[in-house]
């Protein structure tokens, strides 16, 4: 079984500071990695993905990838109210046909 | 370009009764996915299409659930005899190829009273 594992805060920074969100998975094999957005009563939208070992930028946010610990992150800095979602952490592993999802962490900025 | 659609985008049903749920991925997209979310969980796959077969249905939960995608553009989600535990969010996404990243639709918010 492929885990994904996700804290699920909430977690609540204030405006302007970095919000850091953690994932880790349990297939060593696992290749491609997801972040996506949601916001409440919406679905899931793509704003990152890593291949990767290191650091991907993409504006306010970063994605950071360590396979040999097993371990994806994402920093959005100068977080805005607007950033206020859950985020989902997704895997794909070769032989998967499908994502593995995390259950998300809630993130709060406060104005 | 237009993203994936998905129809209806809330449906109540009694329990025992059929559901039709649709998608119309990203044109162009071959790759098509179901998946159902709950409240407070991550989505869990259902069902994943390549052109027009079903390559990979290991996720449905048993023989109630069923999916079809004729022409290799729209798939239609069926589920028989309804019970209250399908109530849920189905996700449709779609992706340009397996290895590609996977967009979602709206969702259909599925009710069963």
């Known amino acids: 079984q492929k885990e994904v594992e996700q804290n699920s805060g909430p977690l609540s920074v204030p405006e302007g500071a970095i919000a850091s969100l953690n994932c880790t998975y349990s297939?060593?094999?696992?290749?491609?990695f997801f972040w996506y957005r949601q916001y409440s009563g919406k679905s899931p939208e793509l704003i990152m993905f890593?291949?990767?070992?290191g650091d991907k930028e993409d504006g306010r946010f970063t994605a950071q990838l360590n396979k040999a610990s097993q371990y994806v992150s994402l920093l959005i800095r100068d977080s805005q109210p607007s950033d206020s979602a859950t985020y989902l952490c997704?895997?794909?592993?070769?032989?998967?046909?499908?994502?593995?999802f995390g259950t998300g962490t809630r993130l709060t900025v406060i104005p | 370009g237009a993203g994936v659609s998905q129809t209806p985008s809330n449906k109540v049903t009694e329990k025992g009764k059929y559901v039709e749920l649709r998608c119309d991925p990203i044109?162009?997209?071959?790759?098509l996915y179901w998946y159902r979310q709950s409240l407070g969980q991550g989505p869990e796959f259902l069902i994943y299409?390549?052109?027009?077969?079903?390559?990979?249905d290991s996720g449905l939960p048993n023989d109630r659930f069923f999916a079809v995608r004729p022409e290799g553009s729209v798939s239609t989600l069926k589920i028989q005899r309804t019970e209250r535990g399908d109530s849920a969010v189905y996700l449709c996404?779609?992706?340009?190829?397996?290895?590609?990243?996977?967009?979602f639709g709206p969702g259909t918010r599925l009710t069963v009273l």
């Open positions: 996404a779609s992706s340009a190829g397996l290895y590609n990243e996977q967009f």
């Open positions: 297939d060593r094999g696992s290749q491609s």
């Open positions: 890593i291949y990767s070992n």
């Open positions: 997704a895997v794909w592993s070769p032989g998967a046909n499908n994502l593995f």
């Open positions: 044109s162009g997209h071959t790759a």
């Open positions: 299409f390549q052109g027009t077969g079903a390559a990979d």
